[in-house]
């Protein structure tokens, strides 16, 4: 087990954190089927909210300051958009398609990062990225330019992409965020955030779910709290440029959990660009090109 500052530590982290968030999407993807993406949202978001808040206070939690609360509220406001999108996808699409296509997120989060956190971009991350991009653009054209669009799948390929957009900003909103407020303080405000964005759009959107789909939202909420915590823990240790490639890896968890949950399949196309997404994931992390700051969380 490698030291708590041991520098691939972080990347360890924010790997197992993309995991469990693959494995959520595919418990989402199941609830949003049943009752609509914006009400496994919803319902989620509270779930959430009643795992983090108790622990953060718990543990001596506070009310942020004004500067603080401001990353909270915006970064939370672009998750939620954000996440009714990708959600949206996954009704329409193939898990794995859905990933896929979002993967241009960590490549606008490098510059992202550049422009809003000051940090140079070095060139292990450009060439890692444009490495994972590369073998998502040969999954596309193996798997999903090849096939026959079903119904709603361009509308979903719009929503898939818009999402990564705001994923990216996520990314780097996350990087500010980590700097400054512990995990389940992150945590807490996301979801509780996220339910106050969507909340009045409930009179107009909102069906509840059958027990099954409760099963799938409240499974879902626990991962993505547990995903979030590692998230933060990473970011907090680990420049954004670093970390962001790793977003890649959540192909393979994605072809994984799509066929054990919807027996979707995964083509060669599919395993010569994970081939690739492996490779830009190893050479953007070989290491980092400044030292990130330092930050107890």
Same mark, same amino acid.
């Given at each position: 087990?490698?030291?708590?500052?041991?520098?691939?530590?972080?990347?360890?982290?924010?790997?197992?954190?993309?995991?469990?968030?693959? &494995?959520?999407?595919? &418990?989402?993807?199941?609830?949003?089927?049943?009752?609509?993406?914006?009400?496994?949202?919803?319902?989620?978001?509270?779930?959430?909210?009643?795992?983090?808040?108790?622990?953060?206070?718990?543990?001596?939690?506070?009310?942020?300051?004004?500067?603080?609360?401001?990353?909270?509220?915006?970064? +939370?406001?672009?998750?939620?958009?954000?996440?009714?999108?990708?959600?949206?996808? !996954?009704?329409?699409?193939?898990?794995?398609?859905?990933?896929?296509?979002?993967?241009?997120?960590?490549?606008?989060?490098?510059?992202?990062?550049?422009?809003?956190?000051?940090?140079?971009? +070095?060139?292990?991350?450009?060439?890692?990225?444009?490495?994972?991009?590369?073998?998502?653009?040969?999954?596309?054209?193996?798997?999903?330019?090849?096939?026959?669009? +079903?119904?709603?799948?361009?509308?979903?390929?719009?929503?898939?992409?818009?999402?990564?957009?705001?994923?990216?900003?996520?990314?780097?909103?996350?990087?500010?965020?980590?700097?400054?407020?512990?995990? !389940?303080?992150?945590?807490?405000?996301?979801?509780?955030?996220?339910?106050?964005?969507?909340?009045?759009?409930?009179? =107009? =959107?909102?069906?509840?779910?059958?027990?099954?789909?409760?099963?799938?939202?409240?499974?879902?909420?626990?991962?993505?709290?547990?995903?979030?915590?590692?998230?933060? &823990?990473?970011?907090?240790?680990?420049?954004?440029?670093?970390?962001?490639?790793?977003?890649?890896?959540?192909?393979?968890?994605?072809?994984?959990?799509?066929?054990?949950?919807?027996?979707?399949?995964?083509?060669?196309?599919?395993?010569?660009?994970?081939?690739?997404?492996?490779? +830009?994931?190893?050479?953007?992390?070989?290491?980092?090109?400044?030292?990130?700051?330092?930050?107890?969380?």
């Amino acid at each position: 087990m490698p030291r708590a500052d041991h520098p691939l530590l972080p990347v360890l982290v924010v790997f197992a954190a993309i995991g469990l968030l693959s &494995w959520m999407d595919a &418990w989402m993807k199941s609830a949003s089927l049943a009752v609509g993406a914006y009400s496994a949202l919803l319902l989620r978001a509270p779930i959430g909210f009643a795992i983090a808040a108790p622990a953060w206070l718990a543990s001596g939690g506070r009310w942020p300051a004004r500067t603080i609360l401001k990353i909270h509220l915006i970064r +939370g406001a672009v998750v939620a958009a954000m996440a009714f999108l990708f959600f949206f996808a !996954l009704t329409v699409l193939p898990l794995a398609q859905t990933i896929a296509i979002s993967f241009i997120a960590p490549l606008i989060a490098l510059f992202l990062a550049s422009w809003l956190l000051g940090e140079t971009v +070095g060139r292990r991350a450009i060439i890692g990225a444009l490495l994972g991009l590369v073998g998502v653009m040969v999954i596309l054209a193996g798997k999903l330019w090849r096939e026959a669009m +079903g119904d709603g799948a361009p509308l979903g390929i719009a929503a898939v992409l818009a999402s990564a957009v705001l994923y990216a900003w996520n990314l780097v909103l996350q990087r500010q965020q980590a700097l400054v407020a512990k995990p !389940l303080e992150v945590a807490a405000f996301q979801n509780g955030v996220t339910f106050l964005v969507l909340i009045g759009f409930a009179p =107009f =959107f909102l069906r509840l779910p059958e027990q099954a789909a409760w099963i799938d939202i409240g499974v879902s909420a626990v991962l993505s709290v547990s995903g979030a915590l590692l998230f933060t &823990w990473g970011y907090a240790r680990a420049e954004t440029q670093r970390l962001a490639p790793l977003e890649y890896s959540g192909f393979l968890w994605a072809a994984l959990f799509g066929w054990l949950f919807f027996r979707e399949p995964v083509s060669g196309a599919t395993f010569a660009g994970a081939l690739l997404i492996v490779a +830009g994931c190893w050479v953007a992390t070989r290491g980092a090109s400044s030292k990130p700051e330092q930050v107890v969380v």
